[in-house]
Nanobody, 119 residues
Framework: VQLQASGGGLVQTGGSLRLSCAAS????????MAWYRQAPGKQRELVAT???????NYADSVKGRFTIARDNAKNTVYLQMNSLEPEDSAVYYC??????????????WGQGTQVTVSS
């Protein structure tokens, strides 16, 4: 199973970006999907999660600005980021809990995509 993230880039304060992460490979189904981020010198932190049924949860720091969504037919999770702030600058990683057999599921990580917000 591979997770391919895309959509990062450089944006000014107040701008928007949309991240995508597509899962491929030996996938029976995908349970929760999530976005994490890691800034230089800081621990990786959870940004948002979404269940297979589409229920989202957000870190307090991004509530009202970020929206997580998924397309189950495409095994893809999105993160719409609006009103970006310099503090949002980080490498963003997608994560998915994938069922790969009738008795096995495991977490997979994407490769990360850089988001830089200039002041």
């Amino acid at each position: 199973v591979q997770l391919q993230a895309s959509g990062g880039g450089l944006v000014q304060t107040g701008g928007s970006l949309r991240l995508s992460c597509a899962a491929s490979g030996n996938i029976i189904s995908i349970n929760n999907m999530a976005w994490y981020r890691q800034a230089p010198g800081k621990q990786r932190e959870l940004v948002a999660t979404i269940t297979s049924g589409g229920n989202p949860n957000y870190a307090d720091s991004v509530k009202g600005r970020f929206t997580i969504a998924r397309d189950n037919a495409k095994n893809t999770v999105y993160l719409q980021m609006n009103s970006l702030e310099p503090e949002d600058s980080a490498v963003y990683y997608c994560n998915a809990l994938v069922r790969v057999s009738s008795i096995s599921q495991r977490f997979y990580w994407g490769q990360g995509t850089q988001v830089t917000v200039s002041s």
